[in-house]
């Protein structure tokens, strides 16, 4: 069975930093794009960050430019998330999604192009 599982959310002072992690089981990772999203209360879901599938590429939103990092270890069969300097705003569900595509193109954000996805970890920001 394809099963992404994120762990690392929980509760961040503004300026705090957090790393998620997202561990596939029952497929190789390195065969698939890594996307990140994210989904707010009363929101819709928006892509995050993608990592290509060597991990040497990535594509991110304007809204966390500089402050978050993608990267994978295929070797672990894992992605992760480095958020730093997290804002009230980053407030949501993030969830991990694996694409068969090899490179993180131009419509890397759209989730219909991931296959499978994670169940959620929640990240809150707040003082």
């Known amino acids: 069975q394809l099963q992404l599982v994120e762990s690392g959310g929980g509760l961040v002072q503004p300026g705090g930093s957090l790393r998620l992690s997202c561990a596939a089981s029952g497929f190789r990772l390195d065969f698939y794009v890594i996307g990140w999203f994210r989904q707010a209360p009363g929101k819709e879901r928006e892509g995050v960050l993608c990592?290509?599938?060597?991990?040497?590429?990535?594509k991110d939103m304007d809204s966390v430019k500089g402050r978050f990092t993608g990267s994978r270890d295929n070797a672990k069969n894992s992605a992760y998330l480095q958020m730093n300097d997290l804002k009230p705003e980053d407030t949501a569900i993030y969830y991990c999604?694996?694409?068969?595509?090899?490179?993180?193109?131009?419509?890397?954000?759209?989730?219909?192009?991931?296959?499978?996805w994670g169940v959620g970890t929640q990240v809150t920001v707040s003082s």
């Open positions: 999604a694996a694409s068969p595509f090899t490179e993180c193109g131009a419509t890397w954000y759209r989730g219909m192009d991931y296959s499978t």
């Open positions: 990592i290509s599938r060597s991990g040497e590429s990535t």
